[in-house]
């Protein structure tokens, strides 16, 4: 429950403090269904500079994404680094993901990508390793919006990946 609290209260947070290094090494995953595409739609919230030097120790080159937005290396940089870090299964079944993009707005920076779902979803499986290697205080919090319900955890430490189970236990 401490968890759910903490993601929740990060979700609220104002990350814009251009001045001021920030205490805290976080990415937020927002995963809402789209049922009429049978889509998970992804939104992944980090901070710029963890993401640069998480980019940096994986492409073994500085990487600055104010000077790189927008330009077709900086979107297969970017879709390659998630796609190492992060991971999804639906149904017990390794699932891969349509690149959207990315963009900054001020110390954040948001990337955009979808999974596609079958018609009945049982579970979803998700790993997110981003900026672990990096940070040991990382913390990387998962939001799943699906079937009218909100659902989230935490990841942290040796804790990459978990599973939401959607279909309803019944007593």
């Known amino acids: 429950m401490k968890w759910l609290q903490l993601g929740l209260l990060i979700i609220h947070c104002n990350f814009s403090s251009p001045s001021v290094p920030h205490p805290l090494h976080v990415s937020i ?16 919230k980090t901070f710029v500079d963890d993401l640069e030097k998480s980019l940096k120790t994986f492409s073994g080159e ?3 994404l104010n000077e790189i937005q927008g330009s077709e290396a900086s979107h297969k940089l970017i879709q390659k680094y998630v796609q190492q870090a992060v991971g999804y299964k639906v ?15 001020k110390d954040e920076v948001f990337i955009y990508y979808e999974i596609p779902l079958p018609r009945k979803v049982k579970s979803i499986e998700v790993k997110n ?6 940070y040991l205080d990382q913390v990387n ?5 699906y079937g009218g ?10 804790e990459t990946g978990k599973t ?3 279909v309803e236990q019944k007593d």
Do not use: C, P
């Open 149 to 158: 319900k909100n659902r989230s955890f935490v990841l942290e430490g040796l």
């Open 141 to 145: 919090v998962v939001h799943l919006k």
């Open 164 to 166: 939401f189970n959607l």
């Open 129 to 134: 390793e981003m900026m672990m290697k990096l």
């Open 91 to 105: 149904n017990n079944k390794a699932i891969s993901f349509t690149w959207i993009g990315w963009e900054i707005d």
């Open 62 to 64: 500085k990487v600055f």
């Open 29 to 44: 995953m927002q995963m809402d269904h789209n049922s009429e595409n049978k889509t998970l739609q992804i939104t992944l």
